[in-house]
T-cell receptor, first 119, second 112 residues
Framework: DTAVSQTPKYLVTQMGNDKSIKCEQNLGHDTMYWYKQDSKKFLKIMFS???????INETVPNRFSPKSPDKAHLNLHINSLELGDSAVYFC??????????????????FGAGSRLTVL | KQEVTQIPAALSVPEGENLVLNCSFT??????LQWFRQDPGKGLTSLLL?????REQTSGRLNASLDKSSGRSTLYIAASQPGDSATYLCAVGGTGGFKTIFGAGTRLFVKA
């Protein structure tokens, strides 16, 4: 059973198209994230949702719109794709900060990544 | 604004050598620090998590230390093996909420 699963794993599309990446976690975590890893392998946070509420939005262009229908899902929709959007997008989840750290709270668990290539 | 730096950027060692990877951060008001491993083309695997009140954590051949006052963490790998070859990422969790900031990583290559 995959703890954090993302689909699709690979996505190749043309500039200007709209695409979505889906993420689901079965860990019962309260918080989910989207990270972007660029060609230099630098991992940068984009969004964080806690119990379906947006907590962090790191000045990501508004072409990127996350949606959390429930706390187990966090999807990422991207409009009008640009060449610079090519990257690997990672979904992650963690238990809510403030809960007992002895239980492993705030350990980030990552999905396998979705490699987006914009042509 | 928290900044996380990892040194060296790349490291190549012969099998069996003990090695240390370094991570430094600019804001000592952290919630925790986590070390990850990333294999080429794969996701991230959590190795060790150190809470802000802890000084170190150990798992097998790995030992991570945390010195908040100096803004440093080290990951010690004992008796390195070719299977340890990967990129190791340091990630600092902030107290303000749920933002975890990553370093750029250290690419490790262990030669057989």
């Amino acid at each position: 059973d995959t703890a954090v699963s993302q689909t699709p794993k690979y996505l190749v599309t043309q500039m200007g198209n709209d695409k979505s990446i889906k993420c689901e976690q079965n860990l019962g975590h309260d918080t989910m994230y989207w990270y972007k890893q660029d060609s230099k392998k630098f991992l940068k946070i984009m969004f964080s949702y806690n119990n379906k509420e947006l907590i962090i939005n790191e000045t990501v262009p508004n072409r990127f719109s996350p949606k959390s229908p429930d706390k187990a899902h966090l999807n990422l929709h991207i409009n009008s794709l640009e060449l610079g959007d090519s990257a690997v997008y990672f979904c992650a989840s963690s238990q809510e900060q403030g809960k007992s750290w002895a239980s492993g709270a705030n350990v980030l668990t990552f999905g396998a990544g979705s490699r987006l290539t914009v042509l | 604004k928290q900044e996380v730096t990892q040194i060296p950027a790349a490291l190549s060692v012969p099998e069996g050598e003990n090695l240390v990877l370094n991570c430094s951060f600019t804001d000592s008001a952290i919630y925790n620090l986590q070390w990850f491993r990333q294999d080429p083309g794969k996701g991230l695997t959590s190795l060790l998590l150190i809470q802000s009140s802890q000084r170190e954590q150990t798992s097998g051949r790995l030992n991570a230390s945390l010195d908040k006052s100096s803004g440093r963490s080290t990951l010690y790998i004992a008796a390195s093996q070719p299977g340890d070859s990967a990129t190791y990422l340091c990630a600092v969790g902030g107290t303000g909420g749920f933002k975890t900031i990553f370093g750029a990583g250290t690419r490790l290559f262990v030669k057989a």
